[in-house]
């Protein structure tokens, strides 16, 4: 194995939180004083040559390609790559973190305003840090985002922040991660960009009428955004039934789409809490429900298609709400949302909550199957060794998504990679 070296030729500007990755002393070569975050910068520089008659020519471009060695690189630094990077400082392990955007947690502080987790505190935590709050108390996703934040700084996590990954090769056994004009050359690279990263939208959108707002719920912030009249909510799992709930005071709500079952207690009363929601949490999602099982493996396809049950919110809530249910949507009809029983629909807004892929377009390898999910095994990618993946849907188990989850899958992914180091070191 290699150890981390780096071999500067160009800048590729950085916010590192730690210790156990490259320098950013490193990472600054060539900069002066024109030196800021990542794109910003690299278009100052590029102006102060173009302004000086220094404008690079293709080869010169191709030679500023900075590249640099390092065991393990970790893409995406939310709750999973996060957690890989505490198991592998623990194993004394050299990695980076790199994060596409500019603040650890930034994903949680994108969505919707009134939005609060819908799992208790006590299973908000990480490995090695409880979350700071009542252990029955549900945090903003704000606090969430802090808190996420805060755990990359308490174990000097090597977090980049603004570094978007473009691209995932290899060049014999080792992977190449593109950023920009960084390369990364790495012994094994782990993606822990998650399920949540590429909106689904059906294509039919496109025909309806343009006088009808029309938004993912990764867009979807509060009712301020929405035009004046109905709101037509597509999909009708957690997000569906979350922001239904958030926009019932301000707009006539209609939510389209098959019911995913749901918990069937009182979701915060105390013996939902102390008795229901462990079971639930830690023994059903967690524990009985895995690959590894014959009830999971049952469970899997239902939950890669549908998502999980409604967790916090009830059937009863959205009724009392005045939420309306309909079937689902069909298609378009004359510019208007068609539904399965041939209703068609007139409404002022429609946000859509049909979820996410994953969105690993860019690991740029054979590790998809022909659905385009990965072909892995607790993290580990099938016919890729080196190669990990963190927090996909039902990667092991339920939990796999959920933030109590991330411990163990991100611990395995983390063993596994130090069993490899330990076997090419003998
Ligand atoms: C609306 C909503 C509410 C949820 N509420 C809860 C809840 O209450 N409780 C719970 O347990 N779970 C909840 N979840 C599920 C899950 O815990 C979160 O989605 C969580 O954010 C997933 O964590 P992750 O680390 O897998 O991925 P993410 O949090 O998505 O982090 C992945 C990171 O990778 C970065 N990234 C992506 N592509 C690249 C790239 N090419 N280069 C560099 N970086 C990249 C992203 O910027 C991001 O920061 C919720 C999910 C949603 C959508």
């Given at each position: 194995m290699n150890p981390t070296s780096t071999r500067p030729t160009s800048n590729h500007a950085m916010k590192p939180y730690g210790r156990h990755g490259v320098g950013i002393g490193e990472t600054r070569v060539r900069a002066g004083a024109l030196l800021e975050q990542g794109a910003a910068f690299m278009q100052l520089e590029a102006g102060a040559l173009q302004a000086a008659g220094k404008a690079p020519s293709g080869d010169e471009k191709r030679s500023a390609l900075r590249e640099e060695y390092v065991d393990v690189v970790v893409i995406g630094a939310g709750q999973n790559g996060l957690s890989v990077g505490y198991h592998l400082a623990r194993k004394g392990v050299k990695f980076v973190i790199l994060e596409a955007r500019e603040r650890v947690g930034d994903i949680w502080r994108s969505r919707w305003d009134s939005l609060r987790l819908f799992t208790p505190a006590r299973f908000d935590g990480l490995a090695g840090m409880p979350f700071p709050a009542a252990r029955y108390s549900f945090p903003t996703k704000d606090e969430m985002?802090?808190?996420?934040?805060?755990?990359?700084?308490?174990?000097?996590?090597?977090?980049?922040?603004?570094?978007?990954?473009?691209?995932?090769?290899?060049?014999?056994?080792?992977?190449?991660?593109?950023?920009?004009?960084?390369?990364?050359?790495?012994?094994?690279?782990?993606?822990?960009?998650?399920?949540?990263?590429?909106?689904?939208?059906?294509?039919?959108?496109?025909?309806?009428?343009?006088?009808?707002?029309?938004?993912?719920?990764?867009?979807?912030?509060?009712?301020?955004?929405?035009?004046?009249?109905?709101?037509?909510?597509?999909?009708?799992?957690?997000?569906?039934?979350?922001?239904?709930?958030?926009?019932?005071?301000?707009?006539?709500?209609?939510?389209?789409?098959?019911?995913?079952g749901n918990i069937p207690v009182a979701y915060n009363g105390y013996f939902a809490m102390r008795l229901v929601l462990p079971i639930v949490f830690r023994i059903v999602f967690h524990r009985l429900l895995t690959v590894d099982t014959p009830m999971g493996r049952k469970a899997k396809p239902g939950q890669l298609a549908h998502g999980l049950p409604l967790i916090r919110v009830k059937p009863q809530d959205l009724e009392t709400a005045g939420v309306r249910r309909l079937p689902r949507v069909a298609g378009v009809s004359d510019g208007k949302p068609l539904l399965d029983d041939g209703q068609v629909l007139d409404v002022s807004n429609i946000i859509w909550c049909t979820g996410f892929r994953a969105g690993l377009d860019w690991i740029k390898l054979p590790i998809f199957d022909e659905t385009?999910?990965?072909?892995?095994?607790?993290?580990?990618?099938?016919?890729?060794?080196?190669?990990?993946?963190?927090?996909?849907?039902?990667?092991?188990?339920?939990?796999?998504?959920?933030?109590?989850?991330?411990?163990?899958?991100?611990?395995?992914?983390?063993?596994?990679?130090?069993?490899?180091?330990?076997?090419?070191a003998r």
């Amino acid at each position: 194995m290699n150890p981390t070296s780096t071999r500067p030729t160009s800048n590729h500007a950085m916010k590192p939180y730690g210790r156990h990755g490259v320098g950013i002393g490193e990472t600054r070569v060539r900069a002066g004083a024109l030196l800021e975050q990542g794109a910003a910068f690299m278009q100052l520089e590029a102006g102060a040559l173009q302004a000086a008659g220094k404008a690079p020519s293709g080869d010169e471009k191709r030679s500023a390609l900075r590249e640099e060695y390092v065991d393990v690189v970790v893409i995406g630094a939310g709750q999973n790559g996060l957690s890989v990077g505490y198991h592998l400082a623990r194993k004394g392990v050299k990695f980076v973190i790199l994060e596409a955007r500019e603040r650890v947690g930034d994903i949680w502080r994108s969505r919707w305003d009134s939005l609060r987790l819908f799992t208790p505190a006590r299973f908000d935590g990480l490995a090695g840090m409880p979350f700071p709050a009542a252990r029955y108390s549900f945090p903003t996703k704000d606090e969430m985002a802090d808190y996420l934040e805060a755990y990359a700084r308490k174990f000097s996590l090597p977090v980049r922040t603004g570094v978007k990954v473009d691209e995932v090769t290899r060049s014999g056994d080792r992977y190449i991660v593109t950023s920009g004009r960084t390369r990364y050359v790495a012994n094994h690279v782990v993606a822990a960009a998650s399920s949540y990263q590429k909106p689904k939208i059906p294509d039919f959108a496109a025909s309806l009428d343009p006088s009808i707002r029309q938004l993912h719920s990764v867009a979807y912030k509060n009712p301020s955004q929405l035009n004046a009249g109905s709101v037509l909510l597509v999909g009708a799992s957690n997000s569906g039934a979350e922001i239904a709930m958030d926009l019932a005071g301000t707009h006539q709500v209609w939510l389209a789409g098959r019911h995913p079952g749901n918990i069937p207690v009182a979701y915060n009363g105390y013996f939902a809490m102390r008795l229901v929601l462990p079971i639930v949490f830690r023994i059903v999602f967690h524990r009985l429900l895995t690959v590894d099982t014959p009830m999971g493996r049952k469970a899997k396809p239902g939950q890669l298609a549908h998502g999980l049950p409604l967790i916090r919110v009830k059937p009863q809530d959205l009724e009392t709400a005045g939420v309306r249910r309909l079937p689902r949507v069909a298609g378009v009809s004359d510019g208007k949302p068609l539904l399965d029983d041939g209703q068609v629909l007139d409404v002022s807004n429609i946000i859509w909550c049909t979820g996410f892929r994953a969105g690993l377009d860019w690991i740029k390898l054979p590790i998809f199957d022909e659905t385009g999910r990965v072909q892995q095994y607790r993290g580990t990618v099938e016919d890729e060794p080196g190669l990990y993946v963190c927090g996909l849907h039902f990667q092991h188990s339920t939990s796999s998504t959920m933030i109590h989850g991330a411990a163990r899958d991100a611990g395995y992914v983390a063993d596994k990679i130090g069993e490899r180091m330990r076997a090419a070191a003998r």
